[in-house]
Each structure stands twice: as structure tokens, then as C-alpha cells.
Nanobody
């Protein structure tokens, strides 16, 4: 069973930066896979933020975070990162790390989430 543990959340001011980490263990996919970050703002549905593919490292971003957020991975440390710059109050949310096999359409492994709060 894949285990994902997020860290790095906190309370920051608008314009600040944060880096979230997702420690990955028991990753046993035999096919290519995707790692992603999602977020759930207060009172709203969970939404996609960014993803990165194993092997190629191809990335994808939600339009509102393009140019501000960067997803990356360190395979030696089994860790996926989300560097968030120029944070805005609307980035306030619980951020979740997720994983799926290339052949599975939905993300089916999730971390417990880490809170990011951006004050104006």
C-alpha cells in the first residue's frame, strides 16, 4: 500500500513562499505513474493543482498557479515537492499529495493533507 505524508504547510502572508513536501513510501507501481498535488479551499470541492509523471518528468498545472507554483521530485529521497511562490489569500486550502498508476484514471492514493493559510 502506497503511503504519502505531506509536510511544510503553515501560515504566511500574501507574497510569501512555501515549499510543501510529500514523502512517498511503498511505491510499487510497475507502470509509469503520476504524482500530484490537490487542494481543498474552505467550503469548496477539492481541486487539481499540479502533477508530475514518472520517467519523463512531464508536468501539468492548474491555470491559476502557472508561473507561481512548481512541482518537482527527488527520486533518491522518494519525495515530491510543491514550491509555491507569490502566495495569494485564495491559495488558502488543505493541500493533498496523491498518486496513481498511468493506467488508472483517478488518483487512488492520498496523503492526510497539510494546511496552508495565506493572510492578506
Amino acid at each position: 500500500q502506497v503511503q504519502l505524508v505531506e509536510s511544510g504547510g503553515g501560515l504566511v502572508q500574501a507574497g510569501d513562499s512555501l515549499r510543501l513536501s510529500c514523502a512517498v513510501s511503498r511505491l510499487t507501481f510497475s507502470s509509469p505513474y503520476f504524482m500530484a498535488w490537490f487542494r481543498q479551499p474552505p467550503g469548496k470541492e477539492r481541486e487539481f493543482v499540479a502533477s508530475i509523471r514518472s520517467g519523463s518528468g512531464n508536468t501539468d498545472y492548474e491555470d491559476r498557479v502557472k508561473g507561481r507554483f512548481t512541482i518537482s521530485r527527488d527520486d533518491a529521497k522518494n519525495t515530491v515537492y510543491l514550491q509555491m511562490n507569490n502566495l495569494k489569500p485564495e491559495d488558502t486550502a488543505v493541500y493533498y499529495c496523491a498518486a496513481r498508476s498511468y493506467w488508472v484514471p483517478q488518483y487512488n492514493y492520498w496523503g492526510q493533507g497539510t494546511q496552508v493559510t495565506v493572510s492578506s
